[in-house]
T-cell receptor, first 112, second 112 residues
Framework: NSKVIQTPRYLVKGQGQKAKMRCIPE?????VFWYQQNKNNEFKFLIN????????QIDMTEKRFSAECPSNSPCSLEIQSSEAGDSALYLC??????????FGPGTRLTVL | GEQVEQLPSILRVQEGSSASINCSYE??????FPWYKQEPGENPKLIID?????ERKQIQELIVLLDKKAKRFSLHITDTQPGDSAMYFC???????????FGKGTKLSVKS
């Protein structure tokens, strides 16, 4: 069973509000991924880190999304100004090896 | 970018029979192909995976086949049980610590 911890499990925000969610990877896993799973169950990769460094990220052209993985602190994903279309399950995964990714329980964001 | 097609989207089988899910990918550089099972309200759980240096892998009742030439891979669940009912997602990635590109999922229902 995955030991990735995500908080909060549920997040409700109004349009235009900030939404911040956190992820603690499995102990010893240096790589962290963020994915968005929409109501149609479709996955969208957002960003990944190895330790504190960004490995890959989508073109967050709207610049409303930001993420970081500081040392000795949980990783975080923040939406600066939430929109209704951001309502989704945000999944954090961590990886020890170069392949397997293990998902946390997710943060379900609802933007009213 | 990479695209992964997954069929069927819905699969209904009788308990004790086999279930097969097929996926195809576009990027011949993809080298890692995991399968996830996701139950309602739960996170995706890694159930089996295969790397490009293999053609077949089996874990208990789960069999994964990979045809690199055709760029196809498949999951076969033998002797299905009601507990196998869930959404199943295939995915592909290339390189180390790379993002996963997911298929759109298959909803498997096993009727007793």
């Amino acid at each position: 069973n995955s030991k990735v911890i995500q908080t909060p499990r549920y997040l409700v925000k109004g349009q235009g509000q900030k939404a911040k969610m956190r992820c603690i990877p499995e102990k010893g896993h240096p790589v962290v991924f963020w994915y968005q799973q929409n109501k149609n169950n479709e996955f969208k990769f957002l960003i990944n880190f190895q330790n504190q460094e960004v490995l890959q990220q989508i073109d967050m052209t709207e610049k409303r999304f930001s993420a970081e993985c500081p040392s000795n602190s949980p990783c975080s994903l923040e939406i600066q100004s939430s929109e209704a279309g951001d309502s989704a399950l945000y999944l954090c995964a961590s990886s020890l090896s170069i392949y397997e990714q293990y998902f946390g329980p997710g943060t379900r964001l609802t933007v009213l | 970018g990479e695209q992964v097609e997954q069929l069927p989207s819905i699969l209904r089988v009788q308990e004790g029979s086999s279930a097969s899910i097929n996926c195809s990918y576009e990027d011949s550089a993809s080298n890692y192909f995991p399968w996830y099972k996701q139950e309602p309200g739960e996170n995706p759980k890694l159930i089996i995976d295969i790397r490009s240096n293999m053609e077949r892998k089996q874990i208990q009742e789960l069999i994964v086949l990979l045809d690199k030439k055709a760029k196809r891979f498949s999951l076969h669940i033998t002797d299905t049980q009601p507990g196998d009912s869930a959404m199943y997602f295939c995915a592909a990635s290339k390189g180390s610590n790379a993002k996963l590109t997911f298929g759109k999922g298959t909803k498997l229902s096993v009727k007793s």
